[in-house]
């Protein structure tokens, strides 16, 4: 915060994602509290398709709505600062038919992905939103074609609204949430494009906590490498307090511990290793990764070694099967892709004598093959970062966060990769990088002075629920699981063309 006073803006574009929302709100608290004017833009279920709400479901805006209501409720301008609530959507007669004109077809994922409007990468974007929803990262974009229409347009008018508005308002800082996918990237774009400063927010290491980016996406590479960097070297905290920090995060993980919510292992059996390991030979472990999770983050993800991960999976083993007396490569499939089948399907195909495919829900420990392999290789799966730690030769495949802190090994071709395979006498790289990443994402972030979390989806914000009563979330849900697809198909699709129609009359 400055001395000076300052007009901030803010989208509230996600009051479903309750800690998110509260950073929302404590945003917004913050700034009025510094005695700042705050302007908060709002959707009034004027999108045809977004992230909370892919089908523009009439309930499920009804409850967006209702949300977002409370939690603004619950600010206070203390008689400082002012607080003032738009409605985001401000399109001139040109915007109205500029929409007439938008692309909304196209013939593949790369044709999509390569489609822009001014510096606003839509293509990418509205990818981003729909993969992430589907999980799938081969769109198959002839049977989402409908669904991909309605997010271009919702983001065109998202990024033309939000450039009107700035226009007409002088604006310090806008403040957004995650920036990865169609609306939020929308917005993003719109302030790059009038010179606005911008600040994106995402979780912190904590449920408690939030972390704040300026003037750049949380999953750009470089930036969050420099800020590991200085999180670490900046510290206050004693060297060996950082380093304790820092192996706790790891030796969490492999004990299955809850990280942020979750645990990959917890059905796994510590210290268990496939019937058939011989330890007599060369153990290659690849660990695989949801390709649908990054791939479509950004350019800087897109596969520069291999087409997809499955390319370069079985391109690893093929070019290992003529050394296969003395090589053999185990296959460990993520736990998350249990239920993904289109992800599932592909590696459950592959056969080689050489080898080794391990269930998503296989017993066989994660943390025992890493122990006993010889070298792991992933594609941007944390275990990478993870077995460096652990002294092992990690090479990575693909693209990650953690790709340069100098801690594993990042070939930029097949032969490169196997040059590192083969040669018996690899090194592990140094654990410094891998000691600043474990410190960064069990310390980072700002504390939420407002929210108490429950658990990773839940809280109270200021000792008050965010969501409306309980009994709509059942009626919801009930309404989901009774009412006949069809039917709710062809309410959602009513839904849309009056919501269409409405924007293009105000």
């Given at each position: 915060?400055?001395n000076?006073?300052?007009?901030?803006a803010?989208?509230?574009?996600?009051?479903?994602?309750?800690?998110?929302f509260?950073?929302?709100?404590?945003?917004?608290?913050?700034?009025v509290?510094?005695?700042?004017?705050?302007?908060?833009?709002y959707?009034?279920?004027?999108?045809?398709?977004?992230?909370?709400?892919?089908?523009?479901?009439?309930?499920?805006?009804?409850?967006?709505q209702?949300?977002?209501?409370i939690?603004?409720s619950?600010l206070?301008?203390?008689?400082?600062?002012n607080i003032?609530?738009?409605q985001?959507?401000r399109?001139?007669?040109q915007?109205?038919?500029?929409?007439?004109?938008?692309?909304?077809?196209?013939?593949?994922?790369?044709?999509?992905?390569?489609?822009?409007?001014d510096?606003y990468?839509i293509?990418?974007?509205?990818?981003?939103?729909?993969?992430?929803?589907?999980?799938?990262?081969?769109l198959?974009v002839k049977?989402?074609?409908p669904l991909?229409?309605h997010?271009?347009i919702?983001?065109?008018?998202?990024?033309?609204?939000?450039?009107?508005?700035?226009r007409?308002?002088k604006i310090?800082k806008?403040?957004?949430?995650?920036?990865?996918?169609?609306?939020?990237?929308?917005?993003m774009r719109?302030c790059?494009?009038?010179?606005?400063?911008?600040?994106?927010h995402?979780?912190g290491?904590?449920?408690?906590?939030?972390?704040?980016?300026?003037?750049?996406?949380?999953?750009?590479i470089?930036?969050?490498t420099?800020?590991?960097?200085q999180?670490w070297?900046?510290?206050?905290?004693?060297?060996?307090?950082r380093?304790?920090?820092?192996?706790?995060?790891?030796?969490?993980?492999?004990q299955?511990r809850?990280?942020?919510?979750?645990?990959?292992?917890?059905?796994?059996?510590?210290?268990?290793?496939?019937?058939?390991?011989n330890p007599?030979?060369?153990n290659?472990?690849?660990f695989?990764?949801?390709?649908f999770?990054?791939?479509w983050?950004?350019?800087?993800?897109?596969?520069?070694i291999?087409?997809?991960?499955?390319?370069?999976?079985t391109s690893?083993i093929?070019?290992?099967?003529?050394?296969k007396?003395?090589?053999h490569?185990y296959?460990?499939?993520?736990?998350?892709l249990?239920?993904?089948?289109?992800?599932?399907r592909?590696?459950?195909?592959f056969?080689s004598?050489?080898?080794?495919?391990?269930l998503?829900?296989?017993?066989?420990?994660?943390?025992?093959?890493?122990?006993?392999?010889?070298?792991?290789?992933?594609?941007?799966?944390t275990?990478?970062?993870e077995?460096?730690?652990w002294?092992?030769?990690?090479?990575?495949g693909?693209?990650?966060?953690?790709q340069?802190?100098?801690?594993?090994?990042t070939?930029?071709s097949?032969?490169?990769?196997?040059?590192?395979?083969?040669?018996?006498?690899?090194?592990?790289?140094?654990?410094?990088?891998a000691l600043?990443?474990?410190?960064?994402?069990?310390s980072f972030?700002?504390?939420?002075?407002?929210?108490q979390a429950?658990?990773?989806?839940a809280?109270?914000?200021?000792?008050?629920?965010?969501?409306?009563?309980?009994w709509l979330?059942?009626?919801?849900t009930?309404?989901?699981?009774f009412?006949?697809?069809?039917?709710q198909?062809s309410?959602?699709?009513n839904s849309?063309?009056?919501?269409?129609?409405?924007n293009?009359?105000?």
């Amino acid at each position: 915060m400055t001395n000076t006073k300052q007009h901030i803006a803010l989208f509230t574009t996600h009051p479903l994602f309750q800690r998110h929302f509260a950073t929302d709100l404590e945003l917004i608290q913050n700034h009025v509290d510094a005695g700042d004017d705050v302007t908060v833009l709002y959707c009034d279920a004027s999108l045809l398709a977004c992230d909370i709400n892919t089908y523009h479901e009439p309930a499920q805006c009804y409850l967006c709505q209702k949300t977002r209501s409370i939690g603004l409720s619950l600010l206070n301008d203390n008689g400082k600062g002012n607080i003032t609530q738009q409605q985001y959507l401000r399109l001139t007669e040109q915007d109205k038919a500029d929409i007439a004109t938008l692309r909304t077809t196209f013939t593949s994922t790369a044709d999509l992905q390569a489609y822009t409007v001014d510096n606003y990468d839509i293509g990418m974007a509205v990818l981003s939103s729909i993969v992430s929803y589907v999980m799938n990262a081969d769109l198959d974009v002839k049977a989402h074609a409908p669904l991909i229409r309605h997010y271009i347009i919702s983001g065109f008018m998202a990024y033309r609204s939000v450039q009107n508005f700035l226009r007409e308002t002088k604006i310090d800082k806008f403040y957004l949430f995650n920036g990865r996918m169609a609306i939020v990237r929308a917005i993003m774009r719109a302030c790059q494009s009038e010179g606005v400063q911008f600040t994106i927010h995402e979780s912190g290491a904590t449920n408690n906590s939030y972390s704040l980016f300026d003037n750049s996406l949380p999953h750009n590479i470089q930036h969050t490498t420099d800020m590991m960097r200085q999180h670490w070297e900046q510290a206050s905290t004693a060297a060996s307090e950082r380093l304790r920090i820092a192996e706790e995060w790891y030796k969490n993980r492999a004990q299955g511990r809850k990280v942020n919510g979750y645990s990959f292992i917890e059905h796994q059996q510590q210290g268990l290793l496939p019937s058939d390991w011989n330890p007599n030979k060369q153990n290659i472990v690849i660990f695989n990764s949801a390709d649908f999770e990054f791939v479509w983050v950004s350019e800087e993800y897109q596969h520069h070694i291999y087409q997809s991960q499955l390319d370069g999976i079985t391109s690893v083993i093929d070019s290992l099967l003529p050394h296969k007396e003395r090589y053999h490569v185990y296959l460990r499939i993520h736990p998350n892709l249990a239920k993904i089948e289109n992800e599932l399907r592909p590696l459950l195909q592959f056969q080689s004598e050489n080898l080794t495919t391990i269930l998503p829900n296989d017993k066989i420990s994660s943390y025992a093959l890493i122990e006993h392999a010889s070298k792991v290789v992933t594609f941007g799966s944390t275990v990478g970062i993870e077995s460096a730690y652990w002294g092992k030769p990690s090479i990575l495949g693909g693209k990650a966060l953690y790709q340069h802190l100098e801690s594993v090994y990042t070939p930029n071709s097949h032969a490169e990769v196997m040059d590192l395979l083969l040669r018996e006498d690899l090194p592990p790289l140094s654990s410094q990088g891998a000691l600043q990443y474990g410190y960064f994402y069990n310390s980072f972030g700002i504390p939420l002075k407002n929210y108490q979390a429950k658990n990773f989806f839940a809280g109270t914000y200021k000792n008050q629920s965010l969501f409306p009563s309980k009994w709509l979330f059942r009626l919801f849900t009930a309404y989901k699981r009774f009412v006949p697809k069809s039917v709710q198909d062809s309410i959602n699709k009513n839904s849309i063309v009056r919501t269409f129609e409405n924007n293009l009359s105000r």
